[in-house]
């Protein structure tokens, strides 16, 4: 028999007459009110992975939009600092803050209570946002940190939504660890000096003529230099302290000299093998007590185990456990800024562990400031 065209066709169409139409059960998990219905389908709501990628899925606020444009109100904002010109050894901390974000996609203001507070950071008191990432060149280093300085500035001269608490707090998503620099001149022109705690694996108060070789004034401005530049400029406290140091110095003596000249005494690493988390907890409670306080992670604080996704990762150091334990253990301080930076997600490894780290990190500072409101 001669086969036609027609003896393929018509099964064909005939099993697409007759075809099953599926019957999708209710959407599970954490359903919300949808924004618009298509034809009784909701595709406004329900996934993590659609839409702008924000922190922790928070709402995204244009928090700098030019003057005379109505911003929404909110009383922690979150802001990306895309920098890592200032690094001195692997850069990619630009992609930090795009990063963290990634590694807080599991996270839904909804279901994100803490199973050791029983708190719920964004349902609280607080209206956390996120104001995207400061607009920074990646061509001139002064021009970028004036820019995050102006960003910084804007952002804290904002209205709050809590009417009580006047300043907006901010906690900014690094990029390299010189960006901490405009938070500490917009955390000083808010609150006033602070004490700086600062988790970090290096001391960071480096002369400018010693890292930079003096070779000029823009050279010197880098990411192991700018808390000796805030001592300088008068923005932070003699009460100040880091905590994770390991990494070697460039002068025997001098290095530690000038640190403790800088305001700051040191937690080593290997201290926490003596005096455990509560030791640790102690000691930094202790030194920034009475004081305004302004937390700055370095995310390569912790062992390249745990985070080897930074530009100046250094063996030996604590793991993410030890750290968010520490952290939660500040509660009760005024943290008035914070920061996560040196995050370079090109060196994470598939399982995202650096940012799915950074990003708990941030979500344990965010608790600290809204466990403790702090008025201007």
């Known amino acids: ?56 899925n928070l ?7 030019e003057e005379g444009k109505e911003v929404e109100k909110f009383d922690i904002a979150i802001l990306g600092a895309p920098f890592d010109t200032g690094v001195t050894a692997r850069p990619g901390a630009r992609f930090g803050p795009g990063g963290i974000r990634q590694g807080s996609r599991r996270i839904a203001p909804d279901a994100a209570w803490s199973i050791y507070t029983g708190q719920n950071v964004f349902l609280d008191w607080a209206k956390i946002v996120d104001c995207g990432d400061a607009p920074l060149t990646f061509l001139d280093n002064t021009v970028a940190l004036q820019q995050l300085d102006k960003a910084h500035k804007v952002i804290s001269g904002r209205e709050t939504n809590a009417s009580e608490y006047s300043i907006p707090r ?18 000083y022109e808010q609150w006033g000096q602070v004490s700086v705690i ?30 000796h530049i805030a001592h300088e400029e008068g923005l932070i406290r003699n009460t100040s302290i880091h905590a994770g140091i390991r990494a070697p110095v460039i002068r025997r003596k001098g290095d530690v000299r ?34 305004r306080v302004y937390i700055s992670v370095d995310i390569d604080v912790l062992d390249p185990a745990f985070a080897p996704g930074t530009g100046t990762a250094e063996v030996g150091g604590w793991t993410t456990r030890e750290l968010l334990t520490i952290l939660d253990g500040l509660s009760g301080m005024d943290v008035v800024g914070a920061d996560v930076v040196e995050v370079a997600p090109i060196y994470d490894n598939p399982g995202e562990i650096t940012v799915l780290a950074a990003a708990e990190v941030v979500h344990s500072l965010l608790a600290l400031m809204v466990q403790q409101p702090v008025k201007a």
């Open 1 to 56: 028999m001669r086969l036609t065209y027609s003896h393929f066709l018509l099964p064909l169409l005939s099993n697409l007459a007759f075809a099953r139409e599926i019957t999708f059960p209710p959407v599970a998990a954490y359903q919300q009110n949808p924004i618009r219905e298509f034809g009784g389908i909701d595709i406004s709501t329900g996934s993590a992975f659609s839409g702008l990628t924000t922190f922790a």
């Open 170 to 187: 901010i906690v900014t998503l690094g990029g390299d660890h010189t960006t901490t620099l405009p938070a500490l001149r917009s955390t």
């Open 59 to 65: 709402p995204h606020v244009h928090c700098l939009a």
């Open 258 to 291: 000038n640190d403790a000249r800088c305001g700051f005494k040191i937690i080593k690493a290997r201290d926490i093998d003596r005096i455990g988390t509560d030791g640790v907890i102690e000691l930094l409670r202790a030194r920034v007590a009475g004081s």
């Open 198 to 227: 600062h988790f970090d694996s290096h001391i960071d108060t480096w002369d400018p003529t010693v890292l930079g070789g003096g070779l000029s004034h823009y050279a010197g401005v880098n990411h192991g230099t700018f808390l």
